[in-house]
Structure formats: structure tokens, C-alpha cells
């Protein structure tokens, strides 16, 4: 029986990170300043305590500098719109991250929008994502920025191939869909969400099968074409420990090459979002 070959998406983001830190060197170097990341933090989710912990981690082992701005969850849109404008103004600050989800009372589009374009390491600003559609993109955002780098760097041969790409949301499924049927990726890109109906017979056809839906081990061994490349976004707490979107062990018996949960996309993440904070700070400074 056939065994999937794992992307190690640990491996690949270390990779990147050590690239980076070399070209974040040279950056400070030539310009004698340090690139800067100011993470905003509302209230005191504890996901989003980790995230923003784990984030700020990744800037100190790249030599970039990190603020962290807490803000009780009781905050006015006032305040928190108040201080994106003044770190929007800093200019030793060179990106800025709101932390997403905000509490209850808070208009997250409108504090998103409120962030500078050239600042917004997220790539969340409608400007932002007007740009990547049109293929002409500042910055990419993070999770499908590192689903495209762990596809290109195992050598995944994407021209022609057939993507279906399992969710829509704004920050993963979207962006992943339009990254995917750019010109020089070439892939011809189908999109699933809720309402689709027979999401096997879709997934069957994938090439490349990119699952980013947020329920645990939903896309079964079954629904997959022999030797497709999977990706699993999906991070899903559950009993027996966090598990992705994909049924590893049923998957992993028909795919020919498949991204573990943890140790696949999660760890791109957080490199991308070193890679955009140096491509602010060399915009902005250069
Ligand atoms: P959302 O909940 O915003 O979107 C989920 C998508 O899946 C929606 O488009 C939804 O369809 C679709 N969906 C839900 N149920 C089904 C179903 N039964 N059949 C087909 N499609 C379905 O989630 P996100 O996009 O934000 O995240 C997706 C997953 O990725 C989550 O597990 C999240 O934790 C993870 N994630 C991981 C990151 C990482 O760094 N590794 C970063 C970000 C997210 P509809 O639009 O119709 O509702």
C-alpha cells in the first residue's frame, strides 16, 4: 500500500527563518536601523495571548524589534483607532498587526482599514488584497503566502495542475484561491465551502487538495486522488490533542505527498510574517 511522502513544514519554515535573518543582517547594516513589528493585543483570549507571544518569540530569534501594545477588551474604537494612528506615524515602527479576533463592540474592517497599506504586515487592508488580485501585490498574507512556499519548495509542479481548495474565508480559502490561479502558479483553482454540493466528488479531482474548513479530520482518505499533494491548513483542538482538517492516517494512505498537523502550514505562518515585517522595513526605510 502506498505511503505519502510528509512536507516538513517545520523543516522549510526553519529554512526560511535562517535566510531570513541573514537578509535582516545586511538590512541593519545598511541602513542602521532595526525592523519593527508592533503587535496590538485587545482583551485576554488566550489563543491570542500564545499567537502574539509565539510571534514576537520569531522576531527576537530573526534581530527584528517587537512592541506589544495591550489594550483592555473594554477599550473605545476611539482609543484603539487612536493608536493605529500614532503607530501608523512612528517611524521606527515598520509593521503593524492587530490581532484578530477582537472583542465584542469592536469593528475589526474598520481598525484593519485604519492601518497604513505600507505598514500592514497582515496584508488584510482591502488595498492590500486589491493588489494580490491584481496580481501586484505588496504584501501577501501569511498562511496562503506559506502554503505557496511549502508547495513551490517541495517542488510541486503547479502549471495546469487542478487545485480545489476546500473554504473561502478572507484569510485563508480567498487568498489561497487567487495565489493559486496567478499567473506563473497556473493552476486551474475550483472553490468549496458549505454549500457545495458533493464536496467528494470535487476533492477526487484535486491535484492539489488544500484544506482549510476548521473541522477536525473531515477530508477522509476516500476523498482524495491517488497521489494528489494535500495541504492541510486546519488547527483543531480537540481531545486527543490538535489534529487538522484532514484525516492523516486514511489520507496518507492514498496521497502522494501530504503536510502533518502540527508541523505543516502553522509554522509558515509566522515566518511570512517576518518576511512582510523586513519588506515593510526595507519599503520604508530604502
Ligand atoms: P473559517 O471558519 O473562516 O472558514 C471555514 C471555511 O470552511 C468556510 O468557507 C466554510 O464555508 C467552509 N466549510 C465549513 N464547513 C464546511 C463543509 N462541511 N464542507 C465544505 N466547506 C465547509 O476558517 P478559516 O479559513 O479562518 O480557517 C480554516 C482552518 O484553518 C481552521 O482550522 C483554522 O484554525 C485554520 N487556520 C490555520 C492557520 C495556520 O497558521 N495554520 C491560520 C489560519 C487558520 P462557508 O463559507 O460556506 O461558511
Do not use: W
Amino acid at each position: 500500500s502506498n505511503t505519502a511522502s510528509i512536507i516538513d513544514g517545520k523543516a522549510i519554515a526553519q529554512q526560511m527563518r535562517n535566510e531570513l535573518a541573514e537578509e535582516v543582517a545586511e538590512f541593519i547594516q545598511n541602513n542602521s536601523v532595526t525592523p519593527c513589528l508592533a503587535a496590538v493585543l485587545v482583551g485576554e483570549d488566550p489563543a491570542s495571548e500564545v499567537y502574539v507571544r509565539n510571534k514576537r518569540r520569531a522576531c527576537e530569534h530573526a534581530n527584528i524589534d517587537s512592541q506589544l501594545h495591550r489594550l483592555p477588551a473594554d477599550i473605545t474604537q476611539d482609543d484603539l483607532l487612536a493608536l493605529v494612528t500614532k503607530l501608523n506615524k512612528d517611524d521606527a515602527v515598520h509593521g503593524i498587526l492587530v490581532q484578530l479576533p477582537l472583542p465584542a463592540g469592536l469593528d475589526a474592517d474598520l481598525i484593519l482599514q485604519a492601518i497604513s497599506p505600507s505598514k500592514d504586515v497582515d496584508a488584510f487592508h482591502p488595498t492590500n488584497v486589491g493588489r494580490m488580485v491584481q496580481g501586484k501585490p505588496r504584501f501577501l498574507p501569511c498562511t496562503p503566502h506559506g502554503v505557496m512556499q511549502l508547495l513551490d519548495r517541495s517542488g510541486v509542479d503547479t502549471a495546469g495542475k487542478h487545485a480545489v481548495v476546500v473554504g473561502r474565508s478572507d484569510i485563508v480559502g480567498k487568498p489561497l484561491a487567487v495565489l493559486l490561479a496567478a499567473r506563473g502558479v497556473d493552476c486551474t483553482v475550483t472553490v468549496c465551502h458549505s454549500r457545495t454540493a458533493d464536496l467528494g466528488y470535487h476533492t477526487r479531482q484535486a491535484d492539489i487538495l488544500i484544506a482549510a474548513i476548521g473541522k477536525p479530520e473531515f477530508i477522509t482518505g476516500d476523498m482524495i486522488k491517488p497521489g494528489a499533494v494535500v495541504i492541510d491548513v486546519g488547527v483543531n483542538r480537540t481531545d486527543a490533542g490538535l489534529v487538522g482538517d484532514v484525516e492523516f492516517a486514511s489520507a496518507s494512505q492514498v496521497a502522494g505527498l501530504i503536510t502533518p498537523v502540527p508541523g505543516g502550514v502553522g509554522p509558515m505562518t509566522i515566518a511570512m510574517l517576518l518576511v512582510n515585517t523586513l519588506r515593510a522595513a526595507q519599503s520604508l526605510e530604502q
